[in-house]
T-cell receptor
Framework: SAVISQKPSRDICQRGTSLTIQCQVD?????MFWYRQQPGQSLTLIAT?????????ESGFVIDKFPISRPNLTFSTLTVSNMSPEDSSIYLC???????????FGQGTRLTVV | DAKTTQPNSMESNEEEPVHLPCNHS???????IHWYRQLPSQGPEYVIH???SNVNNRMASLAIAEDRKSSTLILHRATLRDAAVYYC????????????????FGQGTILTVHP
């Protein structure tokens, strides 16, 4: 199993600013992902965080808005750039080992943009 | 991506069994059927997964139709703590595919458990 810690757990930010969310896994994992959960909605995959290379983004998400880093097998960051109120969501980090693995999720970062 | 269809909501009484259905008529040969649940104010947690055969673990059982076009998550004795959104997800286990390892969440089933 893997335990995922996200920081911060919540934040209130001014529009136009940026927030970096950290995701720390207590063991080395092969795959890491970032999801967004808008109020009252299901989870939407933002991107796959690739270790040592650029993240792979899903349709509708771009690197300029959501830059992602993954410097090693236990850590990743997601930045929400130039925020607007529409970015108010819960952002979740997920990790797993590969074929047949179960995915583990952090508790999420609840972001409010005012 | 293969899609799943679940009822929007279901209700149960405490200590009674709950059968949560999921339809996935476009499932492919490399898709595993995964179930996750999301308790209030928490990230999703893994419940169970399977490919063709029925599966049991300490949390639940997964019954998979012979043609794999539907499945049912079974909670044998619901407790108040089981109140959550339950997601049925098809995950592509083709390591060479572009969707490898990803989870595509639908709207899920909101399970309410009554005391």
């Amino acid at each position: 199993s893997a335990v995922i810690s996200q920081k911060p757990s919540r934040d209130i930010c001014q529009r136009g600013t940026s927030l970096t969310i950290q995701c720390q896994v207590d063991s080395q994992v092969t795959m890491m992902f970032w999801y967004r959960q808008q109020p009252g909605q299901s989870l939407t995959l933002i991107a796959t965080a690739n270790q040592g290379s650029e993240a792979t983004y899903e349709s509708g998400f771009v690197i300029d808005k959501f830059p992602i880093s993954r410097p090693n097998l236990t850590f990743s960051t997601l930045t929400v750039s130039n925020m607007s109120p529409e970015d108010s969501s819960i952002y979740l980090c997920s990790a797993g080992q590969g074929l047949g693995w179960e995915a583990f999720f952090g508790q999420g970062t609840r972001l409010t943009v005012v | 991506d293969a899609k799943t269809t679940q009822p929007n909501s279901m209700e149960s009484n405490e200590e009674e069994p709950v059968h949560l259905p999921c339809n996935h008529s476009t499932i492919s040969g490399t898709d595993y059927i995964h179930w996750y649940r999301q308790l209030p104010s928490q990230g999703p947690e893994y419940v169970i997964h399977g490919l063709t055969s029925n599966v049991n673990n300490r949390m639940a059982s997964l019954a998979i139709a012979e043609d794999r076009k539907s499945s049912t998550l079974i909670l044998h004795r619901a407790t108040l703590r089981d109140a959550a959104v339950y997601y049925c997800i098809l995950r592509d286990e083709d390591a060479g595919g572009t969707s490898y390892g990803k989870l595509t969440f639908g709207q899920g089933t909101i399970l309410t458990v009554h005391p």
